[in-house]
């Protein structure tokens, strides 16, 4: 398989489940930077909706400064390049990876992946503080960077010669094709605003007025004064009555009989 062929795959891959691809090229920097111009032209991606970041000028498309980054926040292209030969941060990464529209490209420039974990560069530059310098500083992120892109589905790995000239010769050799085979996405619907009878008759009963029930008996206070007093109703007494028409005292009031051991005097 070689670069011409693999580009397409991905791009059609990327726009059929609505996600994103990454390829990684690793090699040489201008062999890498001329090998992305390629993939992103076969994949038939338009130049105006690319982007760049690197410290390179170079580029046919539009580019920015390793830490312009944060331009790209808020907007989406359908490939971004970011080239890691000068300076990579996690910073760049994540800023750049949510720019990247569902069906596009994520193309990531790096030396030899082997050997990239032990290299220096600007951002190991920016955290070196006195008196450490940096050769002190750790290359633990790109490390975890490298596992990441090895074991991640969907990221395609090639690995391009100095002598790259031709997306189709063999000066590019493709380590993982990052082929998922992922289900179509589901199609997007466009909204309906003509009201259905369900959403008519919610509609038109949230617009009704709310009238009380007949058999309601919780009035307000307002209410009740405002009301003709012959409409009043008048609480019955439910307790019962003796023979002579007086009510019966509670239970809590009556004579209790003496318990065991009272005495009756």
Not at 72 to 88: F, K, N, S, Y
Not at 172 to 185: H, I, N, Q, S, W
Not at 206 to 212: K, Y
């Amino acid at each position: 398989m070689t670069l011409s062929s693999l580009a397409p795959r991905l791009h059609a891959e990327a726009e059929r489940a609505n996600e994103r691809r990454a390829l990684v090229l690793a090699g040489p920097p201008e062999a890498t930077r001329a090998a992305a111009v390629d993939a992103i032209e076969a994949a038939g991606l338009p130049l105006p909706d690319c982007t760049a970041v690197s410290a390179a000028a170079d580029w046919p498309f539009e580019h920015v400064g390793p830490r312009h980054s944060r331009d790209l926040l808020g907007r989406t292209q359908q490939a971004i390049v970011v080239d890691g030969h000068d300076e990579c941060s996690p910073n760049a990464i994540g800023r750049t990876v949510g720019a990247v529209d569902g069906g596009g490209l994520y193309l990531l420039l790096a030396p030899d992946l082997d050997s990239w974990p032990d290299r220096r560069d600007g951002f190991d530059e920016s955290l070196a503080v006195p008196p450490f310098g940096v050769e002190d500083v750790a290359g633990n992120f790109r490390a975890r960077l490298v596992a990441t892109l090895r074991a991640h589905p969907g990221t395609a790995i090639c690995e391009v010669d100095e002598g790259y000239d031709d997306p189709e010769g063999d000066a590019v050799e493709v380590r993982d094709d990052g082929l998922t085979d992922p289900r179509p996405a589901r199609p997007r619907e466009p909204p309906n605003r003509r009201q259905t009878p369900c959403s008519a008759t919610r509609s038109t009963a949230l617009a009704r007025p709310r009238t009380r029930s007949r058999r309601s008996t919780t009035w307000k206070r307002s209410e009740l004064a405002t009301r003709p007093p012959a409409t009043r109703r008048r609480r019955s007494s439910s307790r019962p009555t003796a023979a002579g028409g007086s009510p019966v005292p509670p239970a809590s009031r009556r004579a209790r009989s003496p318990g065991k051991g009272a005495t009756c005097s």
